[in-house]
């Protein structure tokens, strides 16, 4: 048995939770912050069998994408201004999942 943590953006979150479970996948959903945007973000939770863990990663994988998104730096000092602070926009590649699978040594429900 499997263990798999993803996270997702909070925008694919819902899909990928509905499509798991009508695939008859057990999850667990967490509310969690990202750390680089600040962003809200989605923590799944799912105990899987070894024969069916490819099926719930290309579920996962074919729901949730990468895409550029535009956010403002945090403010910069520009030294020639003085005490000023700038905010600049930048492109940042933002979504898909960060997926880790970790063996169970015991599982049980009581």
């Known amino acids: 048995?499997?263990?798999?943590i993803a996270i997702v953006q909070d925008e694919d979150a819902q899909r990928?939770?509905?499509?798991?479970?009508?695939?008859?996948?057990?999850?667990?959903?967490?509310?969690?912050?990202?750390?680089?945007?600040?962003?809200?973000?989605t923590t799944l939770i799912s105990g899987v069998e070894d024969e069916r863990l490819e099926k719930e990663l290309e579920i996962i994988k074919?729901?949730?994408?990468?895409?550029?998104?535009?956010?403002?730096?945090?403010?910069?000092?520009?030294?020639?201004?003085?005490?000023?602070f700038a905010h600049y926009p930048v492109r940042v590649t933002v979504g898909g999942a960060t997926v880790f699978v970790m063996d169970v040594e015991q599982f049980f429900k009581v």
């Open 62 to 84: 074919r729901i949730c994408h990468r895409h550029e998104q535009v956010t403002t730096t945090a403010p910069a000092t520009i030294p020639s201004a003085g005490s000023m």
């Open 16 to 41: 990928l939770v509905s499509t798991l479970m009508e695939a008859h996948f057990g999850v667990t959903k967490l509310a969690t912050t990202g750390g680089f945007l600040r962003a809200g973000n």
């Open 1 to 4: 048995m499997k263990l798999i």
